[in-house]
Each structure stands twice: as structure tokens, then as C-alpha cells.
């Protein structure tokens, strides 16, 4: 009876080191997959497309991880909130949210991550950046009261609103970026991160260009905009990457000219920030479609030294020091 209780003891604590072994690697194999633990900083890429629905992309949407937790959300696209947890990342770990500006495929998803919120750890509060407003579309501030506020669309999330003195984990604090033409915005999350920001023109919606610096990685976003009046250049030269929005080609004209940088604009404005690497998003069919002739143009003397990324809906782009050349 001894041996037989001692043999089942053996095989009792083989089983646990066998089931220990197995979620030790599953959690090696998790952390593997997430984007954050490929580098220090890196950028995801949750949506790399437009409004249509027949591009099979994600809207526009990023994620900048840093040191190994997913620290800034850029645009909240339709299929965003499913991508952001396809990447394993947490919401309590979000420092801000940032929009270039709020056309519908490139904010309609914030309810999906406030609703979802409700099922998370996050006890601080957010602070969610963008643009001034006009008869077109509402300001950050103004735009989350009528998504959230008592009137609003999901008025049962009120209590999520700065406004409000209703019992919350956390509150939305809205920062409506609004300055002079020729000025960058500029202000701190704390002693690592520092965000830029710049009017841009994007046909008559209010737009922002913004600068994310990390410790000493940069990385500017165009977001849809023709850059007419070279605003972007404002923000600065010299970056780790800048992700540029190509949702046309050359040949584009009409209205879809006075809302987005044609190829040859792309590539002026690379030339002008010289950014050790160029990546491209929020494609449309037509880009798409138009894509070998637009890399032919983009490969000409201005940038085809810069390596050129097609932005993928998931993929995960590392930044490193190293990157950087003297």
C-alpha cells in the first residue's frame, strides 16, 4: 500500500510539473506573439485601410508599444477594437488616445473600447487628444459628450464624461488640440513620451498631423491630409518613421485631390523630413489597385534610399536606436 501511495504521489507531481510546463510555454508563446515584446518600441498597425467596405482592411487605427505595453492609440477605425484584442494588449495600459481627425473611419470604433473598458482593470483616467471642430464635425471635447453624454447616442456611458460627478473606474478627459496655422502643439505625458501636433489640410474637416517621441525614437503621422502649406514639415526632420497615408493614386483629381497627397506630394514630404523609414497606409482600392505604378513613383531619388514599408493590418514594425545613422 506505501509503494503504491508513493508511486501515485510520483505520478501526481509528474502530471503538475507536465501542466506547469505546458502553461509556462503557452504564456512564452503568448508573449512572443505580442508586438511589444519584438523591441523596446514598436508600432502595430490594428487597421491599414479606409472607409470602404471592400478593401478586406481594418480603418485606420495604430498602436505604439512601449516597453512592452501598448502606451498610445492612434485613430479608432471600424474593426479597430477587435484588432487592439487580436494584439493582446490592455486597455488599463493606455496613456492617451490620439485622433488625427474624426471622419467615421477613423473614430467610430471609441464606443467598442469604452463599452469593453467596463471589463477591464483601468482605475486612471484617459485623456483622448484631437482636433477643434467646425459645422462639419464637433470638437474632441464636444464630440464625446454627444457620443457619451446624457443626450448623446450611449447615454448609459455618461458617467465615463470629466463633466459628470457620476461614480466611474476612470474618466475621459478630452484635450481639444486648437493653436495658430504655423504652430505645433507640444505637451508631455510624462518624462519619456512627448506629443507634437499640426493643423493639417484635409478638405474642409478640421485635421491633425501629430510627433510621438519616445525616449529618443520619433515617429510622425500625416494622417489623411494633401499637406498643402508643408505643415507636416513643421513637426520636425530626421525621425525613426514616418507613416504616411496613401489612399491615391498619381493620377487622382476631383474631390479625393483635395483630401489626400498624391504620390509625388508623399514623396516631397519625405524628402523635406528624411525619415529613416517610410510607411505606407489607409489604402483604398483605388491605391491599391494603383499600387505598382505608385512604387515605381515612389522609388525615384528622393526616397529610394529610405526603406518603404506596406503597412499590413496586424503587422508590427519594431524601432530601434540602431535604426539611426550618423
Known amino acids: 500500500m506505501l509503494e503504491f501511495k508513493r508511486k501515485l504521489n510520483c505520478h501526481l507531481m509528474l502530471a503538475k510539473l507536465i501542466v506547469a510546463l505546458v502553461l509556462l510555454l503557452t504564456s ?9 515584446s519584438r523591441a523596446h518600441i514598436a508600432l502595430q498597425v490594428l487597421g491599414s485601410g479606409g472607409p470602404e467596405l471592400t478593401d ?81 464635425l464637433p470638437a474632441i471635447d464636444d464630440f464625446l459628450v454627444r457620443m457619451f453624454g446624457s443626450d448623446g447616442i450611449y447615454p448609459y456611458l ?24 504655423d504652430t505645433a502643439f507640444a505637451t508631455k505625458l510624462n518624462k519619456n513620451i512627448q506629443l507634437k501636433a499640426i493643423n493639417t489640410e484635409h478638405g474642409p474637416i478640421p485635421a491633425l498631423a501629430w510627433r510621438i517621441d519616445i525616449e529618443d525614437i520619433s515617429i510622425i503621422f500625416t494622417g489623411d ?6 505643415h507636416i514639415q513643421l513637426l520636425g ?55 505598382d505604378q505608385i512604387l515605381s513613383f515612389l522609388s525615384n531619388e528622393h526616397v529610394k534610399r529610405i526603406p518603404l514599408i506596406i503597412a499590413e493590418d496586424m503587422g508590427c514594425y519594431p524601432l530601434f536606436h540602431n535604426d539611426k545613422t550618423d
Open 56 to 136: 478586406e482592411l481594418t480603418s485606420t487605427s495604430y498602436l505604439i508599444w512601449y516597453a512592452g505595453k501598448a502606451k498610445l492609440l492612434i485613430d479608432t477605425g471600424p474593426g479597430s477594437s477587435t484588432n487592439f484584442e487580436k494584439a493582446k494588449a490592455q486597455f488599463e495600459d493606455l496613456d492617451a488616445i490620439l485622433y488625427t481627425h474624426l471622419h467615421a473611419d477613423h473614430s467610430s470604433a471609441l464606443p467598442g473600447f469604452i463599452k469593453g473598458s467596463y471589463f477591464t482593470s483601468r482605475d486612471s483616467d484617459l485623456m483622448v487628444f484631437g482636433p477643434n471642430g467646425n459645422k462639419l
Open 158 to 181: 455618461a458617467d465615463m464624461l470629466s463633466s459628470t460627478e457620476d461614480s466611474s473606474s476612470f474618466k475621459l478627459i478630452p484635450i481639444v488640440v486648437s493653436h495658430k496655422a
Open 225 to 230: 491630409t494633401t499637406n498643402l502649406g508643408n
Open 237 to 291: 526632420s530626421e525621425v525613426d518613421m514616418l507613416v504616411a497615408h496613401n489612399a491615391i493614386p498619381q493620377k487622382a483629381d476631383g474631390i479625393a485631390a483635395t483630401l489626400h497627397m498624391r504620390p509625388s506630394d508623399i514623396t516631397n514630404l519625405t524628402s523635406a523630413i528624411n525619415p529613416r523609414q517610410l510607411l505606407l497606409s489607409h489604402f483604398m482600392r483605388r491605391s491599391i489597385e494603383s499600387r
Open 28 to 36: 512564452i508563446q503568448i508573449y512572443a506573439d505580442i508586438c511589444g
